[in-house]
Each structure stands twice: as structure tokens, then as C-alpha cells.
């Protein structure tokens, strides 16, 4: 079992910077892939972005890439999502997700196992 708690979320204006994290309680954060998705209102939740068990690979969406950065910390099961340049199309709940199965499918909601609750992005124009 994994449990996963985000923090970092807020309101910005467009522009501005944001730095979200997830906390993750498992022993084997160390071997485990994981993302950041989002869902805005009304919308499907949508891949952001995602790091390999050990930091190597990172993956971004289009929308974000150039803007965001993925990292983790296995010393301190954390991993952290720095969103520069906010645009209001950001505004989201972000979720943190884990996959212990490492597929490679990183993009898919589904391969995900673990979730954490969600941390409110609010972007104003």
C-alpha cells in the first residue's frame, strides 16, 4: 500500500511559478514510477508528467513541456513538480500517482495504482 499527500498548491497569476510536491509513505518509492495528473472542471483527467524509478527519464505533456519540471528525491520518498510560466489553461486539480509496475505506459491513467488527493492549482489571468 501506498498512500501519496501533494502540497504546494495555490493561486498565482499568470506568469507566476508554483512548486508542488508528494510525499509518498512506501518502502519501494525507490523502484516506482511516478507522475502528476490533472483534472479541470468538467475535463478528463490528463497526464503531466512523469519520472523513472530512479530520476533518469523524465516525461512531459506537450502542453507543459519547456515550462515544467519533474523531480524526486528517494532519500525523502518525495517527488516534486516545479510549473514555471503559468498560463490560466493551468488551472487544475493536480494529483500525484504512483506505479509500482514501472509500465511504460506512463501516460495513462490507468497504469497508475496509487493517488494521492489532489492539491488546487489556480491560475488568474
Known amino acids: 500500500q501506498v498512500q501519496l499527500v501533494e502540497s504546494g498548491g495555490g493561486l498565482v497569476q499568470a506568469g507566476g511559478s508554483l512548486k508542488l510536491t508528494c510525499s509518498a509513505s512506501?518502502?519501494?518509492?525507490?523502484?516506482?514510477?511516478m507522475g502528476w495528473f490533472r483534472q479541470a472542471p468538467g475535463k478528463e483527467r490528463e497526464f503531466v508528467a512523469a519520472?523513472?524509478?530512479?530520476?533518469?527519464?523524465?516525461y512531459y505533456a506537450d502542453s507543459v513541456k519547456g515550462r515544467f519540471a519533474i523531480s524526486r528525491d528517494n532519500a525523502k520518498n518525495t517527488v516534486a513538480l516545479l510549473m514555471n510560466s503559468l498560463k490560466p489553461e493551468d488551472t487544475a486539480v493536480y494529483y500525484c500517482?504512483?506505479?509500482?509496475?514501472?509500465?511504460?505506459?506512463?501516460?495513462?491513467?490507468?497504469?497508475?495504482?496509487?493517488w494521492g488527493q489532489g492539491t488546487q492549482v489556480t491560475v488568474s489571468s
Open positions: 519520472i523513472s524509478w530512479n530520476g533518469g527519464r523524465t
Open positions: 500517482a504512483a506505479d509500482p509496475n514501472r509500465s511504460r505506459y506512463y501516460y495513462l491513467v490507468e497504469k497508475y495504482d496509487y
Open positions: 512506501a518502502r519501494t518509492f525507490s523502484t516506482t514510477t
